[in-house]
C-alpha cells in the first residue's frame, strides 16, 4: 500500500512539471460464492495507470502500472523510436502481455513493435524477446504477434516460444478472425460480425491440429444485441444484452454441452450494469450447479 501511494504521489509531481497525460482505470468487487452448506465472501481489487510524455522536439515516451490489491502487479516503459503517418516503431520494456484468445504468455520481455498504415490496411507486428523462467533448452526465446486489419476483416495471429520449439518443430500458434458481415453485405441499422479463435499444434495431425477452437457470430439491432457460438468439442452458448430499460443495460447468458445429460452441466449468468457520476456499477448472478455466485463491482476510468 505503502508503495503504491508513493508512485501516485510521483506520477502526480511528474504531471505538474512535464507536458504529460495520464490514463488508467480502477475497480473494486464484493462477491460471495454459495454452495449447499457455506457462503464465501470475497473482496478484490485492481486497476492500472499510464503516462505519456511529451518532450521538447515531439519525442513520445511514458510507461504503464498495472496494480491488484493495492501492489504493483507489474509495469513496463515505452518509446517511439521513429513516427510517421505509414510507419512508427516503438520499444517496451518490462512485464509485457501478449495473446490470442487461447494462447498467450506474459513476463519480463523486451518488445519491438512496428505499425504500418496504408489505406484502409493497418497492420500491427510486435516481436518480443524474454528469458524464460525454465532455461532449458534454451535460455532466450521470441515470441511474434501480428493484428491486420482490411476492410471489414481482422486478423490477430500470435506464434509463441519460436526458438524453444526446436529444429524440426513449429511453435504453438494462436489465430483470432473476425468478419464484419455488415459492412461486407451492406447492411445497414444493424451490427453483425462472425469470428473464429483457434489454438494451433502444428506439431500435430488432424483434429489434434486444434487442441482449442471456437465459431460464433455477434449481432445486434436498436436496443438489443447477442452472442451465439459453439466452442469445441462440446460446448454451445447464447448471450443477450438490452438496453431497452436505458440507463441500465441488462444481460445474461448459458453456457451447456451439445450432450445434455444432467443440468449441473449447465451454467448460467445475469447482470445489469449502470453509471453513477463517473462510476460504472455491475451486479452480477452466475450459477452452476451446486455453486452459485453474487457480486457486485465497480469501476472508474480516467
Known amino acids: 500500500m505503502r508503495k503504491l501511494l508513493v508512485l501516485l504521489v510521483a506520477l502526480v509531481t511528474v504531471a505538474a512539471f512535464a507536458a504529460v497525460s495520464i490514463s488508467g482505470s480502477a475497480w473494486a468487487k464484493l462477491q460471495v460464492e454459495f454452495d449447499t452448506t457455506t457462503a464465501t465472501p470475497t473482496i478484490s481489487s485492481g486497476g492500472s495507470v499510464g503516462l505519456v510524455l511529451s518532450g ?72 518480443f524477446v524474454y528469458f524464460p523462467a525454465n532455461a532449458s533448452p534454451t535460455i532466450i526465446d521470441v515470441d511474434v504477434y501480428n ?10 495471429a500470435f506464434a509463441k516460444g519460436l526458438i524453444s520449439a526446436g529444429a524440426g518443430s513449429f511453435p504453438l500458434l494462436g489465430l483470432d478472425a473476425t468478419i464484419n458481415l455488415a459492412k461486407a453485405l451492406n447492411i445497414e441499422g444493424a451490427t453483425l460480425s462472425g469470428y473464429a479463435n483457434l489454438a494451433i499444434d502444428p506439431n500435430q495431425t488432424g483434429l489434434n491440429m486444434l487442441p482449442k477452437y ?38 445474461g447468458g448459458v ?9 449441473s452441466d449447465v451454467t448460467l449468468n445475469a447482470y445489469a450494469r449502470w453509471r453513477s457520476e463517473l462510476l460504472s456499477h455491475e451486479i452480477s448472478l452466475s450459477f452452476q450447479q451446486p455453486k452459485a455466485t453474487v457480486a457486485w463491482k465497480v469501476s472508474v476510468s480516467f
Open 214 to 251: 471456437m465459431f460464433g457470430v455477434d449481432f445486434g439491432i436498436d436496443k438489443f444485441s447477442g452472442s451465439l457460438w459453439f466452442e469445441g468439442p462440446d460446448k454451445i452458448g447464447a448471450s443477450v444484452e438490452t438496453t431497452v430499460l436505458a440507463p441500465v443495460t441488462i444481460g
Open 147 to 156: 493484428k491486420l486489419t482490411f476492410s471489414f476483416i481482422t486478423l490477430t
Open 255 to 263: 453456457t451447456l454441452p451439445v450432450t445434455l445429460s444432467d443440468f
Open 56 to 127: 521538447n522536439v515531439g519525442e513520445k515516451t511514458g510507461f504503464v502500472v498495472n496494480f491488484s490489491a493495492f501492489g504493483v502487479s507489474s509495469a513496463y516503459v515505452w518509446e517511439y523510436l521513429y513516427k510517421t503517418e505509414p510507419l512508427s516503431i516503438k520499444y517496451r520494456l518490462g512485464t509485457l502481455s501478449r495473446k490470442t484468445t487461447y494462447v498467450s504468455n506474459s513476463g519480463g520481455a523486451f518488445a519491438l513493435d512496428f505499425a504500418m498504415v496504408s489505406g484502409d490496411l493497418n497492420d500491427s507486428l510486435s516481436v
